[in-house]
């Protein structure tokens, strides 16, 4: 394939989900996703497409050591399901002063106009249909779900048909996988087999399916396979570890590719510039991105339609709108006209905007600037546009407009309104256009009809979306797994959760299979209804049929079991969850370890903080307070201590709650040296600055006046504002203890510290002090107040 189609290949692939590029075919899939996927992890309506790159990201990055890779096969599944809950580990910060700048432009000066011999072009397979239906792909596939009850003879069988897979279909199998981290285990797997490796094509294709996601480790790892096994890495395969790394938020490591680049001595070439620039106007640095464009020019490398697409994509992002219509307006002088998408760009964010003057004012200067008609295109893009941003009616006034000029607006353009009429909860309008397209001819499909179910399940109108169900059998339309999900967690939200548990368990009559989010809606609704043990079992059957349920999800059912005092049951089920491959984290562990604590079983508390060491799950901050100050209640502050040293040998730091929680065991019973000690350790780790603040007030609350008022030197040390009410808390303990001379002490030292004192408790101590037979005492302190000008009201 020549290099040039390849760059617009790759570029397309890019930014077709921010330029709307693709058109007709773009919008309709678009939509077709918005409206057939009725819920994402919080169960409302949503693109499917986006629902599913949230649930692939959502699932915490996969662990990119070469050395932790393990021999089999299970092990790279499973670990799919249960990797960790952080983020990825990165090479190096992202620090705030750093130039991001630097990488990018350093990398295109050094350049200097060398891109005179075109680089080769990726050699790529186009996977069609036929690939995808292969029976071989369809079996690997299979194989690879069955990940949670495997056995050598699996891993057997796999091996013996990766052997057979040309590439072609090696690739289909790595598309297949709707989680991408399966996929790239699966790579790393099949890459460790005996008599097999990876056509180059397979590293490309892996590549680009990582691009889509935040797994940005995995995909500069690929890149790294590559270059160990001698490998041509062309400057597109450094694009897609740069697009992943921008997903993941992290513009100077997506920057920094760059200089990977330049090290292994490949020459740049326009698609990487473009990406280069898409990468800095994502990342809000759309200034950098101008100068990186500049510098193109410099060294020859002209700029195309798709860069100053991402460069209008920029201003609108800062809404520069202006900016950008003379960007547009300019590109014919450029000798690179615009195009529909960079129209379609601007009109995208004045929809947004609902500036519908504005878009209408941007449809006649295509018109006559750039002579390009609007058409069915640029109706179905408006209207899909105004659907997602909630402006139904502006849609359906363009989705009339086009009728009227003779254009055909089909089921896609219908039901992106009908969603959002949904979603406000404008059933009647919904279902009068429902009944305008029959008119039409243009008979609503199952996404349509799912839009409206889930309209109604938001309403509680529980038996009307029933209604529709039947109805959409009567039209022919089956409805799918996502009409009987929305229909599901209506059921859950009216408290009819158990109902809604029958449903699946007759699934199979009505030929429908619910997926991982129709169970997480009801294990949920069980959940808030209190039927614990329902919900559990009904994860258990959730895993069995391969859904893992998230960490977020596993900790939600674990807190509710804790707090109806079932803490013995939540464990057990956290170690079903960890033995069936799930998803664990730290968090889960710890809420179980926090149950134990609520109880008072500190054994068993102990007991589960050992599991998660066996686990591999190393506790967090928020494990070793939890620990310490239920250890601390009870008053074994020596095991407690041990536990936060433990914490900061560990390189943890303590949080506020930490110190907190020292402060507060510590004081209740009164070992203040012992509780100093340790809070200097913690200073040493991590400071806080109002930390003595809080000894003194909580020393206070026990009635260590004594103490408390040791430490206060430390307090006026920076006359703060946090000082005086330390201070005044003290002065208030003095006068409940009726020693009003030692709060009059107290009130001194401020003054001395330049801090001035409460008015009006000053003048309860010295009302104190009057009667105590202090009048020298008494009439000092109010004269303080008069030498600053400040006088009793």
Not at 126 to 148: N, W
Not at 240 to 251: D, E, F, P, T
Not at 301 to 329: F, H, M, Q, W
Not at 751 to 764: G, I
């Amino acid at each position: 394939m020549p290099l040039l189609r390849f760059n617009h290949y790759l570029l397309g692939k890019i930014l077709a989900s921010h330029f709307h590029a693709n058109y007709f075919s773009s919008v309709a899939l678009s939509l077709f996703s918005a409206t057939n996927s009725v819920f994402s992890a919080s169960y409302s309506t949503a693109n499917l497409r986006d629902q599913t790159e949230s649930k692939c990201s959502n699932f915490r990055n996969i662990n990119d050591d070469l050395g932790k890779v393990g021999p089999g096969f299970q092990e790279s599944l499973c670990f799919s399901a249960s990797v960790s809950d952080g983020a990825e580990e990165e090479e190096g910060e992202e620090g705030e002063g750093s130039s991001d700048d630097d990488e990018s432009l350093e990398f295109i000066t050094s350049f200097h106009g060398k891109n005179d011999k075109q680089t080769q072009s990726i050699a790529r397979v186009e996977i069609g249909d036929s690939e995808f239906r292969h029976p071989v792909v369809r079996e690997v596939c299979r194989l690879i779900t069955l990940s949670s009850a495997w056995n050598p003879n699996f891993e057997g069988r796999l091996r013996h048909l990766l052997r057979s897979l040309k590439p072609p279909l090696v690739c289909a199998v790595l598309r297949s996988q709707a989680d991408e981290r399966v996929a790239l285990n699966f790579f790393y797997w099949a890459d460790r087999q005996w008599r097999y490796s990876h056509h180059p094509v397979v590293y490309y294709t892996m590549l680009d399916v990582l691009s889509k996601t935040k797994l940005c480790q995995g995909a500069r790892r690929v890149l790294r396979l590559m270059t160990r096994r001698g490998i041509e890495c062309p400057p597109e395969a450094f694009g897609y570890v740069m697009v992943s790394y921008s997903r993941a938020g992290k513009l100077r490591n997506a920057l920094r590719v760059l200089t990977l680049m330049q090290k292994a001595g490949v020459e740049p070439s326009l698609s990487i510039c473009n990406t280069t620039i898409y990468v800095l106007v994502k990342g809000g640095k759309l200034e950098k991105a101008l100068k990186f464009l500049e510098r193109m020019q410099v060294t020859g490398i002209k700029p195309d339609i798709v860069t100053y697409n991402s460069l209008i994509k920029g201003y609108c992002d800062l809404n520069r709108i202006e900016d950008a219509l003379e960007l547009i307006a300019g590109l014919p002088s450029k000798g690179c006209p615009p195009d529909k998408v960079s129209y379609y760009t601007v009109m995208g964010f004045l929809c947004k905007e609902k500036k519908i003057e504005e878009v209408k004012c941007l449809m006649e200067k295509m018109v006559w600037n750039s002579n390009l008609i609007p058409d069915q295109v640029t109706y179905n893009t408006l209207i899909h546009m105004l659907s997602k941003h909630g402006h139904a009616d502006d849609a359906l006034a363009f989705l009339k407009e086009a009728q009227d000029k003779g254009f055909h607006i089909d089921k896609v353009g219908y039901s992106a309104i009908v969603h959002s009429f949904c979603q406000k909860g404008r059933m009647d309008e919904a279902k009068s256009l429902v009944i305008d397209m029959y008119s039409r001819g243009c008979n609503p499909d199952v996404v349509t009809y799912t839009a409206i179910v889930d309209g109604f399940c938001r309403l509680g109108r529980i038996d009307e979306a029933k209604k529709i169900l039947q109805q959409m059998y009567k039209h022919g339309c089956k409805p799918n797994t996502v009409s009987y999900t929305a229909l599901l967690n209506g059921l859950c939200h009216s408290g009819k959760s158990l109902e809604a548990r029958e449903m699946i368990n007759v699934s199979e009559e009505h030929w429908w299979t619910p997926n991982a989010i129709t169970y997480g809606a009801v294990m949920h609704g069980l959940r808030r209804e209190g039927k614990l043990s329902e919900a559990c079992d009904l994860t258990r059957e959730m895993v069995e049929k391969g859904f893992f349920p998230t960490p977020v999800e596993i900790n939600l059912l674990i807190q509710s079991l804790c707090q109806n005092q079932k803490v013995v049951e939540a464990k057990k089920y956290l170690e079903e969850c960890l033995n069936k491959g799930c998803a664990i984290n730290v968090v889960n562990f710890t809420t179980v370890i926090h149950g134990f604590c609520q109880i008072g079983d500190m054994e068993a508390a102990l007991s589960v903080l050992d599991d998660m060491y066996l686990s591999g799950k190393h506790p967090d901050a928020v494990t070793y307070t939890a620990l310490f100050d239920a250890l601390g209640k009870k008053g074994r502050l020596d095991e407690a201590a041990e536990l936060i040293v433990k914490m900061l040998s560990k390189g943890l730091d303590p949080t506020p709650v930490t110190y907190r929680s020292v402060i507060h065991r510590y004081s209740q019973w009164g070992r203040v040296d012992d509780m100093l000690n340790l809070l200097e350790k913690m200073l040493k780790r991590q400071p806080f600055r109002t930390v003595y603040n809080q000894v003194i007030e909580k020393l206070c609350d026990f009635g260590n006046l004594e103490e408390a008022e040791k430490l206060l030197g430390k307090v006026l040390r920076t006359a703060s504002k946090v000082d005086a009410n330390t201070c005044h808390v003290l002065m208030e303990s003095y006068l409940k203890k009726g020693v009003a001379i030692s709060a009059y002490k107290v009130a001194c030292r401020m003054f001395r510290r330049n801090l001035t004192p409460d008015l009006k408790l000053c003048e309860k101590v010295s009302k104190k002090l009057v009667l105590d037979g202090k009048l020298v005492e008494a009439d000092n302190l109010m004269l303080r107040f008069v030498e600053r000008g400040i006088q009793q009201k």
